[in-house]
């Protein structure tokens, strides 16, 4: 079954630049209104929400939290259901690296490891579980999609930390598809290498090693990593998979 997605509402976390954006953009031209959450950067978020409601003719708010924080996490769900009177969809976007190369076993320091898993695995677990209160209720429950990586299943990467904070996301999209169900459905999204800020922290040679690596001989498409998450937004039967869109880099 599809759902269609008008006038529906999307929590998108770190919604309001580069992969994050892109899938709000999506959002809003399938009728969607949008909360954009930012832990730092207000500007883009700002920018973004009134890009999206003055094209697509919805509402889009922004809300500040850092949803490494139980608290935070929280508050920033409740605030959408205040603003929007519902929550149908969680984007669990933000995510946070220390680039640093996996041979340097000095080169992390405990501060980092802490802060990429506070990020990139405790945070989507405290989102998840405050908006599957408010889904649970919902008639037609809700649908959450992390942004994982292919990196969890590799042995490349950023970093030691990251790679290992999203393979642990991923077994969590799998174990709040069951914990959840059936009232919400969970799922995630691993892209390739993506020509956003962060991926331009690569350098030159490093981007043209991973595209050439692709078997599309190509950096991923944002535009279609984004589609993927509308795709799983429509599709009432898909629940506890995880999406590779990598232009073939896991191949």
Known sequence: MSIDLKNKVALITGGGTGLGKEIARLFAKEGMHLAINY??????????????????NITAHVIQADVSVA?????????????????DVLVNNAGTTTFCEFEDLEGLQDEDWDRILAVNTKAPFFTSRAAGRHMKKQSGGGCIINTTSIAASRTTGSSL??????????HLTRCLAKAMAPEVRVNGVAPGFLRTRWGDKFSDEAARRMADAAVLKTATSTEECAAAYVYIAKNASVTGQIVAVDAGLSV
Do not use: F, N, P
């Open 161 to 170: 930390a990251y790679c290992t904070s999203k393979a642990a996301m991923s």
């Open 71 to 87: 608290s935070e996490a929280e508050r920033v769900v409740d605030e959408t259901v205040r603003l929007l009177g519902q929550i």
């Open 39 to 56: 832990s730092l950067s207000r500007a883009d978020a700002e920018s973004t929400a009134h890009e999206l409601s003055t094209q697509y």
